[in-house]
Structure formats: C-alpha cells, structure tokens
C-alpha cells in the first residue's frame, strides 16, 4: 500500500504524484486530496490506468483508494514482468534511414539495423517509433514481417499516434499499439538503457 | 456600489462585455479594455506575444480595431534577470506592430510574480458595437479557435506534452483574432464575444443570460486540439474547468452521449481563445467562407440560438 498526501496542491501535481507511486509498480494506494478538481482528476488518471477506485469524504479531504484491476490491457506505465530481472533496453527510433546522406544506403541500413535488433534477445524490451519512424510501421514498411516476428515474440512496440495523424497513416498502421507521450516518457523513465536512432 | 455614467457610455457597467465603449461623435466610439497575467509558457518571448493578443481580442470582439497600447509590468526584479522583461516586452511589441497598434506608454512596478499584458484602445462606430446580448433565435454560433488550450498547459505544466504540441498551442494562443474580426465586419453579425477563462459554455451563457433564448451546441461540430481530449481523459485538467462548470451547471443540459472529454473541453479555460460570433442561418455559411479566406482555418458553426425562454444551454 503507498500513501501520497497531495493536500494542498493544484492541478496537475495530485496527477504526477500519483503517477509516480503506480510508476513504482504498486497495486495499491491512497491518495488524499482537499479539492474536488483533484479528486476528479485523480479519479480519471487511475480509471486510465486500470486501477478500481473508491473515495472516502473526511472532513474537506478526498480519500481516494485504488487498486489495479488487472482487467484493462497493461500499459506502459507498468513494469513488464517477463524481463523483470534483465536490463531492460529502450529502442527509439525517429527516421525511416539511418545517418544522413545517401537515402537509399540509409533505408537499407534501417532495415539492416531492424533485423539485427534480435541480436539483443530479450534485453530488447520496447520498440518506439516516432516522427519519420512511423513510416515503418505501416503496410509498405520493408522491415513490416520482422517488426511483426519481434511482436509475436512478445516485444512490445509503440508507433506514436500524433505522428501517424500528421502524416494521416492511421489506418495503414500494420503493427504495434499507436501510443501518446506520456506512454513513451514513461517508457524511457522505466527504461534501463534508451537508444535514439 | 453605484456607477456613475453618462448618455455617451453605450457599454458599461450595467451589462458587463468585453470592454468599455465611449461614443466620442456620431462616427467615432473608444473601445478600452485591458488584460494582464502571469506567465503560461516557459519562454518569455512567446508569452509576451500571447498576452498582447490576448488583450487585443477584446477590442476585435466588439467589432472594432485596436489603435494604442500601452504595457503594464509587474516584475521580480531581486530574482530575474532583466533581459526576460526585454524579451516578453520585444514578443509583446511584436504583435501590436502586427496588429497595426501603436505602443505609446505603460507602467511597471516590483511584483513577486512576474505579470504582463496591456491597456488597449480601439475605436468602433457607435452603430456597429458588437456586444453578447442581441442573440435572435435561429442564429447560428461560429466558434474560430479550436477549444483545449488549458488542458494541454496543463499537461505542459506536468511536463507530459510533447514539444509538437508545445509549439502548436504557443502558436495557437499567440494568434490575433484581427483576421476573424476582419472576415466579421463584412457579414450581418448580431453578436460576439471572445473565449477565455469560463472556458466556451462560461461565455456563450454570458451571452445566453438575459437573452430569453435558449442554445444548442454539436459537440460533433466543435473545433477541439486533438490531443486535449486524450489528456483530459487522464485527469490534466485545469482547476478552473471545475470551477466553470459547477458556476454555470443548472443552465447547461449535456446528453449522456457526449464523450466525458469533450464535456471537459467544453469548460476549459482558454488563454487568447477564439470568437464566438452569433449570425442569421442565412448569411452563416458566406461567414465561414470568408473566415476560411482570411486563413482562419478552424472556423466552424458549432450550433444555434432556439426559441427556448428556459435560457438553457443545451449540448447534444
């Protein structure tokens, strides 16, 4: 059970702190807030993260109890338990191409890098794709069978969806969960080792 | 309190708008208005350019054009450095300049909180005052800002935004509603006000009171940030959405179909927000067009003014 005292706080730090206890992977906590805005928005952040809630009113404070319910999909925001005892490495890759220069030595490199990836085994914990690097997640992506072999495996990959909006992918996306920032700061907070390609 | 006022005040006290409004002669009434705050983004180059234009759109949504200016400062001196003032002040001049307002003077003073913003005059012909009041029932609302820019400071606040949308929103909210009062002034509008701090259901209720009409808002039709949904499901919402709706609650009705959201975004603060312009049905679309040439791409109708004398905001 972790406590977090968020009284006297505004809006959004009773959300941060309570981030940073589910970031410490428990499965029960407490948050005590003085305001309604608060506890509402507390309320929310947990209902995003898979935790069943129940509040308390003491006096003019919100006891806000949580407890993961195990029935929504893990996020990011957990620690994975398959790797739990392995350096867990962060990959981010934010081009289709390595390096600058030739593109089409580049692409090639890209697709050279992807598959060599394996080479990490199971130390290879999440695989983020943001900005250009979206673009190989989608149906024409050249390294698409390998991303998908990766997921099967239980990798799991993050294809940012602000990104594949600005380039309207969306709905060509063939392989990963389409992912937000705070899923990928989290990720890199949680992260070992982050790699930025 | 008791206000003194004379024949010339054609908008005072006695109904509160977006600014003050003096009839000078037949042809020419001053617009005054003035708004300051503290900073909402890191870089004090942007925020001087958002709190300008923040306090420019008052004179914009009374139908008028902005003439002069002046700073007001509130400065920690002990604790910063002075080349941030010279920063917010070069980000604030740069919008009046295009603006086509005149700096001509403004005071300082040592504040433990750093605050900015300006006094502005504008003038208006006495006849084509824009205030919220004169709604007509089968009015059209034209909204020109898309909506969220308190939930996404506050996810900046957290430090959960990306710099993307960091960017987007600075832009956004540093943006002159000129462009929007501009496409205005060629139409038949009955009413206008600009959105800030009640957030959209906040000031279209200002306009709804008193009205003896009633409003329906497409949720569907609302320019909105994407993201701001997205954050405010996880709970980055701004105390002051709280606060807006429960002041304006018993006269807003929101179907249950609504995404919980969106129902957030409809209270949400806004800093430098767009207009919110009342026209007839008929001449609603030749707006929008218009809007869309001056480049005010988000510009959309998002509902209308009903013959309902319940005075009720109703949200489908």
Aim: net charge negative; hydrophobic share 45%.
């Amino acid at each position: 059970m972790k406590e977090v005292d968020a009284r006297g706080l505004a809006c959004p730090a009773p959300v941060l702190q309570t981030k940073a206890a589910i970031d410490e992977g428990v499965d029960f906590l407490n948050v005590v807030v003085d305001n309604e805005a608060s506890k509402e928005n507390v309320l929310r952040f947990l209902d995003t993260q898979g935790f069943d809630t129940s509040v308390d009113v003491e006096g003019g404070d919100f006891n806000i109890s949580g407890k993961r319910s195990g029935v929504v999909p893990r996020s990011a925001v957990e620690a994975p338990s398959a790797h739990a005892e392995e350096s867990k490495t962060m990959v981010m890759i934010a081009t289709d191409r390595v390096g600058y220069g030739d593109d089409e030595l580049g692409l090639k490199l890209m697709v050279n890098f992807i598959k060599t990836l394996e080479e990490m085994g199971s130390a290879l914990w999440r695989l983020v794709f943001v900005n250009n690097g979206v673009k190989l997640a989608i149906e024409d992506s050249a390294v698409l069978d390998e991303l998908k072999t990766y997921e099967a495996d239980g990798l799991r990959i993050l294809v940012c969806g602000t990104c594949l909006d600005h380039f309207n992918l969306l709905d060509r996306k063939q392989v990963g969960e389409t992912t937000n920032m705070l899923d990928i700061v989290t990720a890199m907070q949680l992260a070992d080792k982050v790699i930025t390609i | 309190m008791t206000f003194p006022t004379d024949e010339n005040v054609i908008v005072g006290l006695h109904r509160a708008d977006d600014a003050g409004v003096y009839k000078v002669t037949d042809e020419i009434a001053l617009i005054q208005t003035v708004d300051f705050f503290t900073p909402i983004v890191d870089d004090p180059y942007w925020f001087g350019q958002i709190a300008a234009a923040n306090a420019l759109s008052d004179i914009y949504a009374m139908g008028g054009v902005p003439k002069t200016a002046m700073n007001l400062v509130g400065f920690p001196l002990k604790r910063m450095d002075i080349g941030i003032l010279r920063k917010i002040l070069e980000g604030g001049l740069d919008k009046m300049t295009e603006a086509g307002v005149v700096l001509v003077g403004g005071h300082s003073v040592e504040d433990n909180e750093l605050k900015y913003g300006l006094s502005v005059t504008g003038f208006v012909h006495p006849d084509k005052v824009l205030t919220k009041g004169a709604l007509v029932a089968g009015d059209r609302l034209i909204l020109t800002k898309p909506l969220g820019t308190g939930i996404i400071n506050t996810a900046i606040k957290g430090g959960l935004a990306s710099a993307e949308i960091i960017e987007y929103v600075t832009r956004l909210m540093a943006g002159l509603n000129r462009e929007a009062a501009e496409a205005m002034a060629d139409h038949p509008v009955h009413a206008c006000t600009d959105i800030t701090g009640f957030g959209l259901l906040g000031h279209l209720a200002e306009m709804v009171v008193g009205s003896g009409l009633s409003a329906e808002i497409e949720s569907a039709d609302l320019p909105i940030i994407p993201q701001a949904v997205e954050y405010a499901a996880m709970g980055l919402i701004p105390g002051g959405a709280y606060k807006n709706r429960e002041f304006r609650e018993s006269m807003v009705a929101i179907a249950d179909s609504v995404d919980r959201g969106i129902q957030d975004v409809l209270f949400d603060p806004q800093t430098s927000g767009g207009l919110l312009i009342c026209i007839g049905a008929d001449s609603a679309d030749a707006l929008i067009s218009s809007l869309r040439e001056k480049g005010v791409e988000d510009a959309a109708i998002i509902g209308k003014i009903i013959s309902e004398p319940a005075e009720t905001i109703h949200v489908i």
